[in-house]
């Protein structure tokens, strides 16, 4: 048996971050096992399903690296051979005929509404409520269709759907990977419809079709559909089929214990990217959001694909920390390759026009020495405006305290020193400074603010030598330049 998981959205707006978590886990199931991770888009409500919703999901997906190990199955193309395992159902007399019509089920259920209000009525005898309320509950009960057990077409042309045979009466019982032990009363489950009127399947059919066909051994979703197992369930053993294993995973809920939505912020996926996160902090997280594994916080998916088990995705709600996200975030932004960093960071960074290449190059150079600074690609992107911001750099309060009188002077001298040296490198620009200082018998904090006021502008940077190395002698001394030839008022 090769362990097969699958991912299922429905195509009916963005991949939900708890979506890219289900996503997630059975990807590193299978890879644990040594499995398959299929994706299954669940199209079949084509009033709510959207090309736009589908290809958003695949864009999420492929940000985050979860690749299926074969294209995409499309629900709503193998209709077809839905209908044709309800008519095997038939055939084999699991399923049945039904001929109540919509208007006739609705009329049972506004009867049954109507029965429970009429018992909350003063002036009723504790006998006549209790009655009442018996009929109420058995008209709005899970629903046993008469034609369970056969009986004639009202007419011989009569349209019908095809139900499943609810089990009898007693318990079913699932073993669920992460909820243990379910238990619920088989009287709770409906006939369930497999074919409408229309022919057309429904959807709780088309899963268990699918799942099989697809050949899913593990069922990783939301506990959203615990209740659907147990409708599930029945139709696979109608079939003769294996029912696979069912893990269902607690929701995601926000930092405040409820249940995630919109107040919460970002819920797609996508938004986590722009919002400045790394694929690959964002995989860290969640693989950590709900499972855990000894001590170890951080893993990489190498690492979670050798020991990821749903033994350890814990029955309580995670709750989503975007502080944890940001530390997440700022180990994986140091381990990345510069030049990766750039790649990722651009957007931000030309955010208001496109970077000369040597300004480009200077950024790329700091990156190492100032993603220390930043938790997100924005925050990065900021940490770097000392080398973006156009010249001439407008000066803040502090840079144009530093480059009046003295200062001035300073800067003028500090100029000569470092347009002399000629290996424009980090320890030669550093000796120059030390050398325009002890020539001059003064302290790094009377020298260092008039430069630094005109590198940076007064914009928070690292160390002055390493700010000139990047930046290049020629934009160093243009923007030294800028300062000594700014009009004095101007300051
Ligand atoms: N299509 C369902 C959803 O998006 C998932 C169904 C399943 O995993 O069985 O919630």
Redesign the pocket.
């Known amino acids: 048996m090769t362990v097969t998981t ?5 195509p ?1 707006g963005m991949l939900h971050i708890g ?1 890219a978590r ?1 996503a997630l886990f059975n990807l590193l199931f299978a890879r644990r096992h040594g499995g398959k991770f299929l994706l299954r888009i ?1 199209d079949t409500d084509r009033a709510r399903s959207t090309p736009e919703a589908t290809q958003a999901i695949l864009d999420g997906l492929d940000w985050l690296g979860l690749t299926p190990d074969a294209s995409p199955v499309m629900q709503s193309e193998r209709a077809e051979r839905h209908a044709e395992c309800a008519r095997a159902m038939l055939e084999s007399g699991k399923a049945f005929r039904c001929y109540a019509t919509p208007e006739e089920l609705q009329a049972r259920r506004d009867e049954g509404e109507a029965k429970r209000q009429t018992a909350k009525e003063d002036g009723l005898s504790d006998d006549e409520r209790a009655a009442l309320r018996a009929e109420a509950d058995a008209l709005l009960a899970p629903y046993r269709s008469p034609w369970r057990d056969g009986g004639e077409a009202p007419a011989p042309d009569a349209p019908y759907t095809v139900r499943l045979r609810a089990p009898g009466d007693g318990e079913m019982v699932l073993e669920d990977a992460v909820q243990g032990t379910v238990t619920i009363q088989a009287r709770e489950i409906d006939d369930l419809i497999l074919l409408r009127a229309d022919g057309t399947p429904t ?1 709780m059919l088309a ?1 268990v079709v699918d ?1 099989h066909d697809m050949g899913v051994t593990h ?1 990783i ?2 506990d ?2 615990l209740r ?1 197992a147990f409708r ?1 369930i029945p139709i696979y053993q109608a079939m003769g089929w294996d029912v696979p294993e069912f893990a269902h995973v607690p929701l995601i809920h926000g930092p405040d214990g409820k249940k995630l939505s919109k107040r919460h912020g970002a819920q797609s996926t996508l938004e986590y990217r722009e919002m400045g996160y790394l694929p690959e902090a964002v995989t860290s997280y969640l693989m950590k959001l709900g499972w855990s594994h000894g001590d170890q916080d951080i893993f990489t998916m190498d690492e979670a694909a050798k020991v990821f088990d749903t033994s350890g995705i814990g029955k309580a709600p995670a709750r989503l920390d975007f502080d944890k996200l940001a530390d997440v975030n700022r180990h994986y932004m140091r381990q990345a390759d510069p030049a990766r960093l750039m790649t990722l960071v651009r957007p931000w960074l030309e955010e208001g026009g496109a970077l000369s290449d040597s300004l480009r190059a200077a950024v790329q150079q700091s990156l190492p020495s100032v993603v220390e600074r930043a938790s997100t690609l924005p925050e990065l992107a900021e940490a770097v405006a000392f080398i973006t911001t156009p010249r001439p750099l407008p000066l803040n309060k502090n840079a144009r305290k530093a480059l009046k009188g003295e200062g001035l002077d300073r800067l003028s001298g500090l100029r000569d020193l470092i347009s002399s040296v000629t290996e424009f490198d980090t320890p030669h620009l550093h000796d120059a400074i030390q050398a325009y200082c002890t020539a001059q018998d003064l302290g790094m904090g009377k020298v260092g603010p008039p430069l630094r006021a005109a590198l940076t502008g007064g914009l928070p940077a690292p160390d002055l030598a390493p700010v000139m190395e990047w930046l290049g002698r020629e934009e160093t001394l243009a923007r030294i330049d800028d300062q000594l030839a700014a009009p004095r008022d101007d300051i």
């Not at 699958?6 to 429905?10: M, T, V, Y």
């Open positions: 699958r991912f299922a959205p429905s009916t979506g289900t669940e959807y899963v799942d069922v979703r939301g959203d559909h659907n599930q």
